[in-house]
């Protein structure tokens, strides 16, 4: 069966995370990813993210880069830029998270880009829309979550602004520009024209972090301080069990219930703090302390055993290890076992969701720097002598150096 | 101008946060939502999420809600039910979180509504998959961050698990239903063929994090334990100044060699801990704590300039209450002024995300409970006095109770 994105094609010029994410997800549902990097040692992921069996090929990388063909090509040199821009008239969509200016001086911004190849749809991730007073800074993840209230939320929450421990704003950022391409498909599908979409890091993440905490402060003058205290708890965390860790959440009446007759504490349900949804939300502190302080005589087993026939929600807590050996992950293949061509013995990690029409087959592992370059610059129409040219004049990059 | 999803019109069958933020999303970009809510008050979100000027309106559901069209419709009636199934069959895209066996009960699973409408599009955001040991199983937000590792991430970064004080499984997971939702309907216009899909949290939000922090474990044997130490790093957090906090960022060589310049150390850029991003990477734990220790003799406004000048990436820190008053999201129109017309005054959130072929004109404001039924059900071929009857029996509900 094929995936929904069958047949569209994507040039890939962006590196790390924010572009690398968004066109995993097209590739993971059928679309094909030339992914563009450049010398001496391709995407900066490559460099940055710990260990692997060989240089370049560290785990993130592998796990952001599935499915994708490498072209490695040097843009500082003209003939690199002119066999870029040669690529781009024979592709679908192309994704880009180098700054605006760059773009431009490579030509392939959106109007450059969109002046050879009209039905194209240009995506340009940036870190700040165009349109306003920060536009063209530059920006990495943490920047985003600093500037978007993620860390906000942190202070809000514990007293003390943080960053969450994974990219918070570069993934879901990627996610929202893969959705935006999907959306620009489906219209020129309908009109036939191209697009050229910009999405911006901080204006997502602020109008996520905004409608999740903006709350009596949604009111103008404001009904009370920005922040659902419920989500804010500083007692937001797993519950400690005699041993180990579960996770309990028990928001409607009948799952509060359910949760004090499973604790021994029946008496807690006609409590006037615990009663209902109003009076627990009036009485949250109270409520997350009976929570935490009432697990530590069992198991974690014993208490999934207990919430399950409770019908209350629950679910063991996995480390970032444990995931591979979760039993659900692994019955539902999102996590395989995989032997990698040049990298040897690894996990994959399969596509989440499921499409009665057809999910795109599993993808193959990821691409060493260049794997693809003469392959793909044939399929563009390059020839056999053209392509000879551009590696002997050092354009064509086939390996790390 | 019209959205890339103008004409699309879409029956959302969910309640607090994951289903609602995908069809919030579907609506940002042109297409009609008509939100389905229950007897006696709706949404469990308009109970659960704080203060607003009237019952069941706060700002936190209203943020989620933007220009959603309300039925509220008494589901455990067959007549509910009828008219539900007879809706289904006017729109384009079907979108619940609701358990499947409950899906079933009401008759709104993919089979049966598919039966009636082939061309449908059938989402169904599930907490497991259904193919897998915990499907089935109840799901909040907490519960899936707790299972998925993302409550992990804190431990492998501070040594406590705790989730992250917004809904990052609910808030995510939503963004991706509505990614699929997108490419369903782009292979609905290629084939004319319907769709059922499944969108699992625990999946979706394992995938993430294993791709994030898998890293020297995506091997086996592992080369090293899970975890990207860079973003676990508990030094991972806003930098503070002296009349506040910065966020600062600098990966690259000449990001760092320009940070280390401006804090008067210029030395550093040719310390052999420092001097390159691989050495970097080695010693990052000394390199983040001169970040931290060396901006305390300048304001933050001060230290913003510095960096401008110096193209290292630098934000300023905002609180979850400042995002309105900053001033790019003013200049841009993601902060504006609304007056809702049942609430008065309030703070809009725009949209973030910009088209060349056009984005929808910004949506009105979210609804009372029951605020559109009656036209919603004339709308799809329901008579006066059909609506009339179901409007006697309470099957139509019409404002909170």
Chains 1, 2 share one sequence.
């Not at 047949?7 to 994410?21: F, N, T, W």
């Not at 959440?249 to 209902?276: V, Y």
């Amino acid at each position: 069966m094929a995936g929904p994105l069958d047949g569209v094609r994507v040039l890939d010029l962006s590196a790390v995370v924010v572009g690398p994410i968004c066109t995993h997800v097209l590739c993971e549902h059928g679309a094909e990813v030339i992914k563009i990097e450049g010398p001496p040692s391709g995407d900066l992921l490559r460099s940055l993210a710990g260990k692997g069996r060989s240089p370049g090929m560290n785990g993130k990388f592998l796990n952001f880069n599935r499915g994708k063909r490498s072209l490695g090509i040097d843009l500082k040199k003209p003939a690199g830029i002119a066999a870029l821009q040669r690529l781009a008239a024979t592709v679908d969509v192309f994704v880009t998270n180098i700054r605006p200016d760059a773009q431009a001086r490579l030509g392939v911004d959106a109007a450059s880009l969109r002046a050879m190849a009209p039905k194209l749809i240009h995506c340009s991730i940036t870190g700040f829309g165009s349109d306003g007073p920060y536009a063209g800074r530059p920006a990495y993840d943490t920047v985003i979550q600093g500037v978007s209230g993620v860390a906000g939320a942190f202070e809000a929450s514990t007293g003390e602004p943080r960053y969450v421990p994974f990219l918070v704003a570069d993934h879901t950022v990627g996610l929202v520009a893969a959705q935006m391409i999907g959306f620009a498909l489906y219209r020129r599908e309908k009109t036939g024209m191209g697009e050229a979409i910009e999405v911006p890091m901080f204006e997502n993440m602020a109008a996520y972090i905004m409608q999740e905490h903006l709350g009596a402060a949604s009111f103008r003058p404001p009904l009370g301080p920005a922040g659902d205290h419920r989500v804010l708890s500083p007692d937001g965390k797993p519950l400690p069990t005699k041993d180990g860790f579960i996770c309990v959440s028990a928001n409607t009446d009948a799952q509060a219930h359910g949760f004090f007759d499973a604790i021994g504490r029946p008496e807690l349900k006609t409590d006037p703090r615990f009663a209902r949804v109003a009076q627990r939300v009036q009485h949250t502190k109270e409520y997350f302390h009976i929570r935490a302080t009432s697990l530590g005589g069992r198991t974690t087993a014993e208490w999934l055993e207990i919430f399950d026939q409770a019908d209350v929600p629950a679910s063991p807590y996995n480390t970032i290890g444990s995931l591979i050996d979760d039993p659900h992950l692994r019955a539902v293949g999102m996590v395989r076992e995989e032997e990698h061509p040049t990298e040897g013995a690894t996990w994959a990690i399969g596509a989440p969701n499921r499409f009665s029409g057809g999910v795109a087959p599993p993808r193959p592992p990821a691409p060493r720097l260049g794997a693809d370059g003469a392959a793909v610059l044939a399929e563009a129409g390059l020839t056999a002598d053209e392509i000879d040219v551009l590696r002997q004049d050092g354009v064509l990059i086939e390996g790390m150096s």
